[in-house]
């Protein structure tokens, strides 16, 4: 048998090699969902290494808190320090060509070389305290020896003359400086900034130990911390977490579809070739072939692809993880390292997937191929016998399909987390009632599209429908993957569309302003005259300012608050209100937003002494407010007016994220008055003016983006669909040999029998599109009627647009998958096919 295998391997490759095609696109994505996970790591590593290199002891303050300057001198008199170099970063916003300011972080220029986390890319760091350099990817619309503009923390400009760029591995997290000037002008930028710690290269012969020792003796009484390089890179690996872990979640869980999309193009392809085989099987049972034996050896067989397939998909995983790493720093606007690390893990766990995925996917057809009687062999086989759905189906069908439906209704009614649960079963339920009814309703379809296109097409179309009708569970089989494939595709679109659509409606429920200015650095005040002076502005109906601090509810806890003046509630800022009346805001009282009134049971009319101890302010509840999430806007979980907060707010905690709310007066038109307060902006260097326009695009952008993602996932799931409605062509064209000869002797042109399997893989394409886009949106509707609340709806926003790309896809790519069966189809002489 072992023999027999083996020459029906060699013998017959080409009916194998697109089932390992897509069992080697799943591996793929297996190998790549685990070498991702390495690459981040690796690259967090390889970020912290170069950030900690030459570092061999570290001091910081103990409890918190700048290190005092002249520490650094006291270090350097240490016996065995060979240098010592404060380090620190400071907030240091970049002016772009256009003069807006964006967020960036500067850093000072370490004296020693060995202490410097960086490397020179181009030009050379700053020798004087007009010069700046900059990270290589920050310095991209910038020119060596051009003027570049930073604001400083009093909000003025600094002008700087670049005179370099460096290089270091993608950031990855650490919060590493963009910018790096001399310390004399970080501290112009920065003034009394001080030290987040020092750190200390040994001299020679100095072990880490021995110095850490040496320096706690010298400076371990003054309130810090000393420790040792090794010490300082494993905290700072521990402390950071990896940028990319939401991009490994997607990988995997797509890794799984992609697995399960394989599964079954194998399963389908193993049970093709079992029935084309039925004569050849039996006559080795009748030559004295076991049961257990022919069974092994389908089994084999499947070991023997899977294993091949694997090492190919292992491969091709390295490719898929350098893909996902290069996209996401595409979408995210930056280049980034790319690591391809393969570990043993990775290694054994592709190849253990793809071989049990594969021997799994096969194993029902193997154990049909037992079944094959020995007299099965003294009869010529019946070549495309008609293999119809019986009755366990439907009724199979039908139990599944009243059970989801069931969940379905029961869902939305039910509490969100119960919900959320019903919600899946349901999708999953659906989704089995949806695969177990396709043998029965795919042969009335496709002969209804043969019927329909058969003005169009003539004969072809006719013969295709035929042709799919024939064997109505494999042609159901073959357009199932498929279906999988655009039912995630379609749900996550329509869910991401109806998740934008609800944002956008909060936020206009919830901001009655016509334009937010916020600071770019959120730890940077605005002029507390700004709204006056906005507020003078033609046009400008009214400005008011919001602030958000740290609030003390006494026995409620601590909780991220907002603050904002009291007239502005209901004219400027109308969040969703549940419980209660929010009109207006004024001394003494306190709205809560709903998360909290759930966590802490407060209710309308409760009473909040809310302050320190010692002096207790009471605010009463007056109403409870659901909010949205956007830049300027956000209410946090408590609600006061602008007058109440010093009196609660945490002391030492001053506020942040400040922005001022402009309202226009009515009829005034946006594009006029705009221009006017970008002038009255002059005086506010990091002052960032948005329209609600502006705000939709900002709430929407992190959306589309994760789309993109998870469109670039799916389509690895949909190609190994259309790898499985090829093979399963390919393996039809093999069987029909005789019947495809005998139709070109009949009059079939070559160009006709090339239509008639473009049409048939058209038609199987267009039913499996059609039935995934139907679940999928299905889902996406039931979804939005569970998660769906007041303050952040998500809506049935159906994106035709996205969806008839899906579908068009689906249907232009049918015919290349058609390609290459049709091709061998005609390629063969009617007399040669006559006889077999």
Partial sequence: MLRTVIAGLTARPLRLVLSAVAIALGVAFVAGASVLSDAVDAGLRDAVAVETRGVDASISRTRGGPVPVDLVAEVRRVPGVAAAEGRVTVSAPLRDAAGRPRDTAATALPADEGLRPFDLAEGRFPGNAGEVAMARDEAADHRLGQPVTVIGQDGRDHSFTLAGTFRRPTDAGIGAAALVLLPEALDRLSPGAGFAEVVVRATPGVGQPRLVADLTRAVGGTGVSVVTGHEAAARLLRETPPDSTGLTAFSTAFAVLAVVVAAMVIGNSFTILVAQRAKELALLRCVGAGKRQVFTGVLAEAVVVGAVASVAGLFGGLGVAAALQAFAGALGGHATDVHVPLTARTVVAALAVGVLVTVSAAALPAWAATRVAPVEALRRPMEGRSTRAGRPRAVTAIVLLVAGVGMAVLAPRAAVGTGAVLAVAAMVTLLGALLAVGPLVVGPVVRGLGAACAPLLGLPARLAALNADRNPKRTAAGAAALTIGLAVASL????????????????????????????????????????????????????????????????????????????????????????????RLGPGELAVSRELAEDTGLAVGATVQAGPRDRPVPLR????????????????????????????????????????????????????????????????????????????????????????????LTALAVLIAFAGIANTLSLSVLERTRESALLRALGLTKGGLRATLTAESVFVALFGAVCGLLLGTGSAWLIARVASTDAEPVLFAVPWARLGVLLGAAVLAAPLAAAIPARRATRGSLTAGMAE
Wanted: proline content about 7%; charged content about 20%.
């Fill in 492 to 583: 996550v679109t329509t869910v991401a569309a109806g998740v934008e659509a609800g944002r956008t409606r909060g936020l206009d429920q919830q901001l009655a302003a016509d334009f937010t200015v916020t600071s770019v650095v959120s730890t940077q005040p605005l002029p507390a005259t700004l709204a006056d002076t906005l507020a003078a502005v033609p046009g400008v109906e009214a400005a008011a300012l919001r602030q958000s601090f740290s609030g003390d509810l006494g026995t409620y806890g601590g909780a991220g608050m907002s603050a904002v003046r009291g007239d502005a509630v209901g004219t400027l800022l109308r969040p969703v209100v549940p419980a209660g009346r929010l009109d």
């Fill in 621 to 712: 509840v007056v109403a409870v407010y659901d909010s949205v999430e956007a830049p300027g806007v956000d209410l946090g979980l408590g609600l006061v007016e602008l007058g109440q907060m010093p009196a609660i707010a945490y002391e030492g905690s001053p506020g942040y994220d400040d922005s001022v709310l402009v309202g226009l007066t009515p009829g005034a038109d946006q594009d006029q008055v705009r221009p006017a307060l970008e002038r009255a902006l002059a005086t506010a260097p990091l002052a960032r003016l948005n329209s609600v326009d502006d705000l939709r695009d900002q709430v929407s952008a992190p959306l589309r983006s994760t789309l993109d993602l998870l469109w670039a």
